[in-house]
């Protein structure tokens, strides 16, 4: 990674547990992979911070997204993501790290395929720090690691 590009690099992340998302927040603060995390609560909340990054004030190189939201669950978050790229004239599509409670299914492994570059991390006693941190990681170098 060059130097100051972490420093750079904003992360938007939407997840509804205000335990794991407040864990998780700090564990993407002190991983030194980005140097802004944005917080959303829902689905709707992610959106128009995205919105707001994208054509206001900067990229974004990551969104992470829990699948179970209210108002506008992950899946459904991710494919308005992709609508809004796709309406801003974004050929780079912005990767897109999806959270899981739940063991994966046909819907996610659909939804990973569909919004590419993606990939998922089923939440439990590994996801913190380690898996949050290898899984940001390799996103953001490129790969789906």
Sequence with gaps: MAPGAAAERCIIFAEDDELFRRAALEVLEQSGLVGQV????????????????????????????????????????????????????????????????????????????DCAPARYLQKGSDTLPGGLVEAVRGLLEGGRA
């Design 38 to 113: 944005v917080a959303c609560r829902d689905g709707v909340e992610f959106m128009a911070a995205m919105g707001e990054r994208l054509t206001r004030s900067g990229g974004v190189a990551l969104a992470i997204l829990d699948i179970m939201m209210p108002r506008l669950d992950g899946i459904s978050a991710a494919r308005a993501l992709r609508g809004l790229e796709q309406g801003l004239g974004r050929t780079a599509r912005i990767p897109i790290l999806f959270l899981t409670a739940v063991p994966p299914n046909d819907t996610l492994s659909a939804a990973v395929q």
